[in-house]
């Protein structure tokens, strides 16, 4: 990275946390972080010996890069650690999962109840031939049901791969193939946005298409006669009703080994197909536990509210397993954050008194889109702490949701991490790390990172208050760390390919990174997002920082475009605040904003303004849709995109300017 642009992010604000928070913060001695870095092995130990195994890990942790295992000849059960342990004593009436649905029906289930009901999961898939070292595919509106499967499969030893709501049938044939999935758990469908998302008619599609190796599906009814017609084939398909309620709540949980299959979840990469990422029992439930604990610091009485679906990682590693094995309440919400208005999660805070609210940069950023009004409008004071993730969070938005969600008392906590890491792997802890707006700060205690150049040159970081120097380059970790993937299922080629051959004997994350004199880092985006301007590296994601830092720019995606002279030029594609007109004169203006606060050399060279932007259902920015679109290329596959309109309206739109 230049050394123009190191010096660009430069962010002046710093939060301490305040004396009240600190004195009850799990977490607020900073002696941890070196004790940690001196010996991670012995504080991961640490952690798993908070969970309850059924016998005891002979070895540690050992290591042949990429490979790594964990709590060697320990045997544990998710299931038990995240619903058994707290289902007796005082936790067995303890709320574990607030519910709330799109249409407003709401559900709250205790420790004891969701034990119950995880124990009658379990029997019916056991019932349907499930069976321990089996896979379980999850097509599940966001219900109460849909982490309580998940469990029920950790109970009986079946791994799972949850197959987000959003998905096409041909996902869904897809994962459930190369997973080789016996069951599909589904719904008759799910709500959004007042409709029903037809999840059975879509599993039949995918079916039809061919699944070879599954036997049955077990169908909840969730939306029942707003669904239409739904059909049952005999033999294959059973009722929720008929088949799981009528189980007994007795069912034995089973000795897992620490390195038996968890779970499988896809990803989809730009290019190629998904990859079926994989994470075992002992060590990714190591790491959610303490990184949940220190992280959301998380005590008896709170109420956890993770915006995320369970089809993605974060909804697995923070919604079921990470504070559910703390013993924690966990809300989660259906639907749409517009539905019936666009205040519904404010709603849903104030309602059950929510203390900790983790989202995303994109969601905040449209919510300051969408204006004060909505927040303003509900009590928000139960809220205690706010964490982001996702993608970096620009300073602008990171200010706006502490100052308007957080009210200014709330620790934000900016926390970086893969589906691959399983875990947070850096973040501040909240009561002990000076927040500085934008930066995720520091490698979680027991996490190594390093800062290389492409040369492989870099830094060790290491945490708060100790000497570091300043580097931009690759995010790079070289010492394993419990919850990472243990590998691509049935691809270890390409795991090795993919994540450990660009630096000898080390996980390259694919993220671009700095590291500030002060030992703060600042995630820079894909390193696939980092455009070449005239000799100078430019990160997509500060240029689209500075552009939202623009009093009328509410969203911003940018990308380097082909460029005779420059090699890449850059191209904006812009979201108006409300209130704001496109003009020639405000495009200028928005230029020369973003050539003042970064430099010349990052002043765009075309500004489009557009309504939406292409997103893929998780919420990132579909920059090689940008790239074709400002390119004039054909457009690539859009079945992962959210709205795909939006791109044709874009596609005419920039073809209308060039015109
Ligand atoms: C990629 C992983 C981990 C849960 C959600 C996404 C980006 C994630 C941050 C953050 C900057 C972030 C990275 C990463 N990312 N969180 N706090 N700051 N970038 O999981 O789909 O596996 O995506 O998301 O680029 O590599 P995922």
Request: proline share 6%; with cysteine.
């Amino acid at each position: 990275m230049s050394e123009t642009i190191q010096s660009l992010l430069h962010e002046e604000r710093s939060f301490e946390p305040s004396a009240e928070f600190k004195a009850q913060a799990n977490a607020n001695d900073p002696a941890i972080y070196d004790e940690a870095y001196h010996n991670p092995t012995k504080w991961w130990e640490g952690w798993a010996n908070q969970l309850d195994w059924f016998e005891k890990w002979h070895t540690a942790m050992e290591f042949d890069a990429p490979n790594a295992k964990w709590f060697l000849g320990g045997k544990l059960n998710a299931a038990y650690n995240c619903v058994d342990r707290h289902a007796e004593g005082d936790r067995a009436n303890k709320p574990a999962i607030i519910f709330e649905g799109e249409p407003g029906d709401t559900k709250t289930l205790t420790y004891k109840e969701v034990k119950d009901q995880v124990s009658q999961i379990a029997n019916a898939l056991k019932s349907m031939g499930v069976q321990k070292g089996d896979r379980v595919c999850i097509y599940l509106p966001m219900v109460p049901e849909l982490p309580m499967t998940m469990l029920a499969c950790a109970r009986i030893g079946a791994a799972h791969t949850v197959v987000f709501g959003g998905f096409s049938a041909d996902s869904v044939r897809e994962r459930a193939n190369d997973a080789s999935c016996k069951v599909i758990v589904t719904a008759d469908g799910g709500w959004r946005r007042g409709n029903v998302v037809q999840l059975k008619k879509i599993t039949d599609e995918a079916l039809d298409m061919g699944c070879p190796t599954v036997e049955s599906v077990l169908v909840l009814e969730r939306t029942g006669e707003a669904t239409g017609t739904v059909t049952y084939k005999q033999g294959r398909d059973f009722k929720w009703s008929e088949t799981v309620t009528t189980q007994s709540t007795d069912c034995p949980c089973e000795p897992m080994d620490a390195e038996d299959l968890l779970f499988i979840l896809y990803t989809s990469g730009s290019t190629g197909k998904p990859k079926g990422i994989t994470h075992t029992t002992g060590g990714y439930l190591t790491g959610v536990y303490a990184t949940s604990k220190l992280i959301f610091d998380l005590k008896e009485d709170d109420i956890h509210f993770c915006t995320a679906d369970c089809g993605w990682i974060t909804g697995h590693s923070y919604i079921t397993y990470g504070p559910m094995a703390n013993g924690a309440t966990v809300l989660i919400y259906e639907g749409a954050p517009d539905t019936p208005d666009k205040d519904r999660f404010w709603r849903i805070i104030e309602k059950h008194r929510a203390t900790i609210l983790y989202t995303a940069p994109t969601a905040i950023r449209t919510f300051m889109k969408w204006g004060l009004e909505y927040p303003g409008r509900c009590d928000l004071s139960s809220l205690r702490l706010l964490g982001s993730v996702g993608e970096p969070i620009n300073p602008e938005a990171w200010i706006w949701y502490h100052q308007n969600i957080g009210m200014g008392k709330c620790p934000v906590v900016d926390t970086w991490w893969q589906t691959e890491t399983g875990a947070i792997m850096i973040s501040p802890l909240p009561g002990i790390t000076s927040t500085k707006p934008g930066s995720a700060t520091h490698p979680f205690p027991g996490v190594r990172i390093k800062v290389l150049d492409e040369h492989g040159n870099g830094v060790d970081v290491a945490g708060p208050g100790a000497t570091n120097t300043p580097k931009g380059g690759f995010l790079v970790m070289d010492h394993p760390w419990p919850s990472m993937t243990r590998g691509i299922f049935n691809d270890p080629e390409r795991y090795e390919k993919t994540y450990w051959s660009r630096f000898p004997d080390s996980y390259f994350a694919g993220d671009g990174i700095k590291l500030d004199e002060d030992g703060y880092l600042w995630l820079l985006g894909r390193v696939d997002d980092i455009m070449l301007v005239a000799g100078h590296n430019i990160s997509t994601m500060e240029v689209e920082s500075a552009l939202v830092d623009h009093p009328a720019v509410a969203e911003a995606a940018v990308i380097g475009k082909t460029h005779d002279v420059k090699g890449q030029a850059i191209a904006a594609f812009v979201i108006l605040r409300a209130g704001y007109l496109p003009s020639d004169a405000l495009t200028a203006e928005i230029k020369a904003h973003v050539g003042k606060k970064i430099g010349p050399v990052a002043r765009p060279d075309d500004v489009y303004i557009s309504a939406e932007l292409p997103k893929t259902r998780s919420g990132k920015i579909m920059r090689r849709l940008l790239r074709d679109i400002a390119e004039g290329r054909a457009l690539g596959d859009v079945s992962t995109l959210a709205d795909s309109s939006v791109v044709a309206s874009l596609k005419d739109r920039y073809e209308a300017s060039e015109g």
